[in-house]
T-cell receptor, first 114, second 111 residues
Framework: EAQVTQNPRYLITVTGKKLTVTCSQNMNHEYMSWYRQDPGLGLRQIYYSMNVEVTDKGDVPEGYKVSRKEKRNFPLILESPSPNQTSLYFC?????????????FGPGTRLTVL | QKEVEQDPGPLSVPEGAIVSLNCTYS??????FMWYRQYSRKGPELLMYTYSSGNKEDGRFTAQVDKSSKYISLFIRDSQPSDSATYLC???????????FGAGTRLFVKA
């Protein structure tokens, strides 16, 4: 089954404690993205990756890091989380067949930073 | 001003009603226009996409794009309780992965 998986699904942490949210896709897609979703603001892109070792900033990259060492994995790293990073996070994998790329989203990670 | 504006609702309609969901945008370079559906505690899933202007129909769903007015719509005919979800419009300049999403409209279809 084609899917995007994220772990953990729920996480409560404290300010300043480094954390990593993992993302993995089994569709052999080259492109992957991270989004955060906040009430009234919709989905905002944090980082995206066009291929292994190729990443770029989205609209809200401050406070986040990413890495893409393997095609299937795209972890999101919060080196020093702060309460304003409390949000619902989605990883997405992009199909590039044809001229349009459809995004397949993971189930989400709900993060609370105290 | 946000690049994409979408009324968050909520929108409540009786079963069988025609639903109209809309977004406006400011970036004239947008060429791909998408509608995603998001059920509670799930990730968004693509419902329909349209390239440039025009209409696209898929079953009970019709997407319309009016680039001259910078306005897109999604119509749902014969709405069902299973259509109750948040609907997100999204747009991109073309073939890329930089996508701008609307805030989402929460829809309730009452049986």
């Amino acid at each position: 089954e084609a899917q995007v998986t994220q772990n953990p699904r729920y996480l409560i942490t404290v300010t300043g404690k480094k954390l990593t949210v993992t993302c993995s896709q089994n569709m052999n897609h080259e492109y992957m993205s991270w989004y955060r979703q906040d009430p009234g603001l919709g989905l905002r892109q944090i980082y995206y990756s066009m291929n292994v070792e190729v990443t770029d900033k989205g609209d809200v990259p401050e406070g986040y890091k990413v890495s893409r060492k393997e095609k299937r994995n795209f972890p999101l790293i919060l080196e020093s989380p702060s309460p304003n990073q409390t949000s619902l996070y989605f990883c997405a994998s992009h199909s590039t067949s044809g001229s349009y790329n459809e995004q397949f989203f993971g189930p989400g990670t709900r993060l609370t930073v105290l | 001003q946000k690049e994409v504006e979408q009324d968050p609702g909520p929108l409540s309609v009786p079963e069988g009603a025609i639903v109209s969901l809309n977004c406006t945008y400011s970036n004239s370079a947008f060429q791909y226009f998408m509608w995603y559906r998001q059920y509670s505690r799930k990730g968004p899933e693509l419902l329909m996409y349209t390239y440039s202007s025009g209409n696209k129909e898929d079953g009970r769903f019709t997407a319309q794009v009016d680039k001259s007015s910078k306005y897109i719509s999604l119509f749902i005919r014969d709405s069902q309780p299973s259509d109750s979800a948040t609907y997100l419009c999204a747009m991109s300049e073309g073939g890329g992965f930089k996508t701008i999403f609307g805030a989402g409209t929460r829809l309730f279809v009452k049986a």
